[in-house]
């Protein structure tokens, strides 16, 4: 009897745990609908990563722009939404004609949240602490033409540049410059004081950073009142928050795979955006048997980008032929120079001398998008007879050893630095690429201002990489928000790393 | 007891020492460098000489753990390279997370498990004993962090009852914050209810399997006043045992619970110090753990001896 008994009951409580992903399916549970959107002036925002502290001028981690910029700090260009270059701490400027003097007119009423004025005297403070000795600025390059900063009256700065340099304005615009008070600089990674219309509110570490709307801002005030971050790095949690109504939006988000359920629900808004993440299979051009070009060659035609793209990213990327993102002038369409073709492939292989191909590694950093791409493209050199062992590593290990020791074969990243085509000029980087006739379009670059004229040198360096199949040039990161669909202002794309809150308003 | 209290203390001390070496030893030898993880991919070279002077990281490997140990004895846990904040403070915010949850998930687990215990051995063999080793074999089995997002589909995103994740911190007030440690204790406390109720069970049999117990039943006392009066208080010896490893566990362990709840416990800093190569906090909080770990063992041995006077008899 008693035997029966709890057999039933066990069949009932399988029963009842079976229905529970059944019911979430179909939706036939409640669910929260009150304070869906209406008449609120609080907005949650959810990002992946916290970042380490909250001084944008001391730190690569790209979180800590995207909490401050625009919000927090400001900068004297800034970057909108389209990427443009507009007024920020700077109302207008202008450039001498050898592109090696900039004046900037500041914009008057600018107030550090803690009342110290945003003058002349803190931009300068700002540019030479961020160049000086000892700088720990993770862009420091940024700065390094500047030859000297100077402040004629409280409300005009003249940078002085020892060469030209073509991007130095877009620089400007970056969270890297943002425009610092001498008074609060060395406490900005606790407690950040910046100019902007959101203030510092609180931190409850490994949770949230709290923006209030800062009353005395001097520009056009925000629509929200408060802006939480909460950071969220497991995928499961994303897709609980936003379905719970506990995060409004999830910016960057990567759970590709759920993103048809979202689209398929009215009450969320689902963007595909740009970001400027070139995504490589980097190659170490140094070292054998990649120092062949043929070899590298071989390695572009035997991926299979199409596959690549609906499989890492369900289809949410757009394929590129060399270092530069479509969306951006003097793109060049290379994407057709190395179909996939593995028997062109394995020929070039054999030319090369490895008619039985070879076995090498293939390191991959954290990022999904990382290791997805890498399992795929293992899969892919095998058909060639590249024989890559997989090897996932840290962080902190992928920089220590591939990026700062180059000892690596292949690996795969995304290089999200905007406009970051330069990197192949430089006498040492990572992927030991070393190409003087490359160097001399890079200098011609930068005395250029002629917006034709640097569109022309673009395209000549993108076509030299491709041509040198300097790296597997795979795809761009796409930038994808799933958004509660009564808020609008967000971004859709990301040219600069940032979330600039400040048009965001409940509709 | 002034001996046992010695041995302890040393058994700490050395415990502490020797978890602080090979932490520090292991993160030397690991690739990785917490002033390269701060600046990223576009730092110079000049940049990351002047960021690791500033973390003191330009000094040789003995000194800097001797810094490390100098400023502990003066009561100075360090303050964080990544954080650039005292190493104290972010512990203690962490605890506030940690320590609570623990406690939640320990009073539910064993106010879950001691009943269902003694509820099978009561029954063995018979249906409830079976209902009990059934939810104790699935408990086992089912990994916390899955039982963690069961939780959240059906109680945050089905019901709305709970947060989905996440800590909103103590001063959002006492409900708000115990509210969102509910779900996550209970992710944890049901494989460890599990564990603890089979624990009770096959303790109160073997208990129930003694002469005392049969001398008890033969002087007429009755079924349930054998159970709680005299095999219950004699099970509990165990019971206490394995209570003391899961409080350990909870403390550190948690980490894939935490992370599925987006909780800021003291698992997850471990973790992401770790990652950050911050060698002051992975050396700090694993000192604590140590420390933490040894004080909860010898609190068990105190509470079991006090329980059972054999070993001091025989000591």
Redesign the interface.
């Known amino acids: 009897m008693m035997q029966t008994r709890a057999r039933r009951l066990a069949v009932a409580a399988g029963m009842a745990l079976m229905a529970v992903p059944l019911m979430i399916a179909t939706g036939t549970t409640g669910g929260p609908t009150a304070a869906w959107g209406q008449g609120r002036s609080d907005l949650v925002i959810g990002m992946p990563l916290e970042p380490p502290h909250l001084d944008p001028t001391a730190g690569a981690a790209a979180a800590i722009k995207e909490v401050t910029y625009a919000n927090l700090f400001e900068t004297l260009v800034r970057i909108d939404a389209s990427g443009a270059m507009v007024p920020g701490l700077a109302q207008s400027w202008t450039v001498s004609a050898d592109g090696l003097s900039y004046r900037f007119a500041l914009r008057p009423g600018a107030r550090f949240h803690d009342g110290a004025p945003c003058d002349a005297a803190a931009v300068k403070f700002s540019l030479d602490r961020a160049r000086g000795a000892e700088s720990v600025n993770a862009q420091k390059g940024y700065f390094a033409a500047i030859a000297a900063v100077e402040t004629p009256d409280p409300h005009s700065v003249v940078v002085t540049l020892s060469r030209p340099d073509g991007l130095f304005l877009f620089h400007l615009g970056a969270g890297d410059a943002a425009i610092v008070s001498p008074a609060s600089a060395a406490g900005n990674k606790q407690k950040p004081v910046g100019t902007g219309p959101f203030k510092f509110d609180r931190w409850v570490a490994g949770d949230r950073v709290v923006l209030a709307r800062n009353p005395e801002y001097d520009g056009a005030k925000p629509a929200l009142e408060r802006v939480s971050f909460r950071f969220i790095s497991d995928a499961a949690a994303q897709i609980a928050a936003l379905k719970a109504g506990d995060v409004d939006a999830f910016l960057q988000f990567n759970a590709f795979e759920a993103l048809p359920e979202f689209r398929n629900d009215p009450k969320f808004t689902v963007t595909v955006g740009t970001t400027e993440g070139e995504t490589l299979l980097s190659i170490n051009n140094a070292r054998k048997p990649f120092d062949d070009v043929r070899v590298r060659r071989a390695l572009a035609h035997a991926i299979d980008r199409k596959t690549l793209i609906d499989g890492v990213l369900y289809g949410n990327g757009v394929a590129i032929g060399s270092h530069f993102p479509p969306h951006r002038d003097g793109y060049v369409d290379l994407t057709g120079l190395y179909p996939y073709d593995p028997a062109k492939a394995k020929a070039l292989l054999a030319e090369a001398g490895y008619p039985n191909g070879f076995d090498t590694t293939l390191r991959l950093p954290p990022p999904p998008y990382a290791r997805r791409s890498g399992e795929l493209i293992a899969a892919m050199l095998a058909e060639v007879g590249v024989r890559a062992a997989v090897e996932p590593v840290e962080w902190a290990a992928w920089l220590e050893k591939t990026f700062k020791g180059k000892d690596f074969d292949l690996t795969v990243i995304a290089h999200t630095e905007p406009l970051d085509i330069d990197v192949y000029a430089r006498d040492s980087y990572y992927f030991n690429y070393r190409n003087p006739a490359f160097v001399r379009l890079e200098e011609e670059l930068n005395r250029t201002q002629d917006a034709g004229r640097r569109k022309a040198l673009y395209g000549q360096q993108q076509r030299m990489l491709a041509e040198d199949a300097v790296n597997g040039f795979l795809f761009m990161l796409p930038f994808v928000t799933v958004q509660n669909a009564k808020l609008s202002g967000l971004w859709v794309n990301r040219p600069v790393q940032a979330n600039d809150l400040t048009g965001v308003a409940w509709k | 007891m002034l001996a046992f209290a010695l041995r302890r203390g040393l058994t700490l001390a050395l415990t502490a020492w020797l978890a602080s070496v090979v932490v520090f030893a292991a993160l030397e030898l690991?690739?990785?460098?917490?002033a390269?993880?701060?600046?990223?991919?576009?730092?110079?070279p000049?940049?990351l000489a002047?960021?690791r002077a500033?973390m003191g990281l330009d000094a040789p490997p003995l000194d800097r753990y001797l810094r490390w140990a100098g400023g502990l004895l003066r009561g100075d846990l360090g303050t964080s390279l990544?954080?650039?904040?005292p190493v104290a403070d972010?512990v203690a915010?962490?605890l506030v997370?940690t320590l609570p949850l623990a406690l939640l998930s320990l009073v539910m687990s064993t106010a879950a498990a001691i009943p269902l215990g003694l509820l099978a051995a009561a029954?063995r063999g018979?249906?409830?004993d079976?209902?009990v080793l059934?939810f104790a074999q699935i408990g086992v089995a089912l990994p916390s962090f899955w039982i963690a997002?069961?939780l959240?589909?059906?109680f945050?995103?089905?019901?709305?009852w709970f947060?989905?994740?996440?800590?909103?911190?103590w001063e959002a007030g006492v409900w708000p914050a115990l509210r969102a440690l509910i779900l996550p204790a209970l992710a944890l406390a049901i494989p460890e209810a599990a564990i603890l109720a089979r624990v009770t069970r096959t303790a109160l049999l073997d208990t129930l399997g003694e002469d005392h117990i049969r001398t008890a039943r033969a002087k007429g006392v009755g079924r349930a006043a054998v159970l709680l009066g005299h095999a219950l208080p004699n099970a509990l010896l165990p019971v206490a045992t394995v209570l003391g490893l899961q409080l350990s566990f909870l403390v550190a362990g948690a980490v894939v619970v935490e992370?599925?709840?987006?909780?800021?416990?003291l698992g997850?800093?471990l973790y992401q110090a770790i990652?950050?190569?911050d060698v002051i906090v992975v050396q700090g909080v694993v000192l604590l753990l140590a420390v933490f770990v040894v004080l909860v063992n010898a609190l068990v041995d105190i509470a079991c001896a006090a329980a059972d006077p054999r070993p001091r008899a025989l000591s």
């Open positions: 690991v690739p990785g460098d917490p390269l993880m701060m600046l990223g991919v576009n730092a110079q000049d940049t002047a960021l500033q990544t954080y650039a904040r972010l915010e962490r997370v029954r018979r249906g409830g079976w209902a059934g997002i069961l959240i589909l059906v945050s995103v089905g019901l709305g947060p989905a994740g996440g800590f909103p911190g992370n599925v709840f987006t909780l800021p416990g997850r800093l990652g950050q190569r």
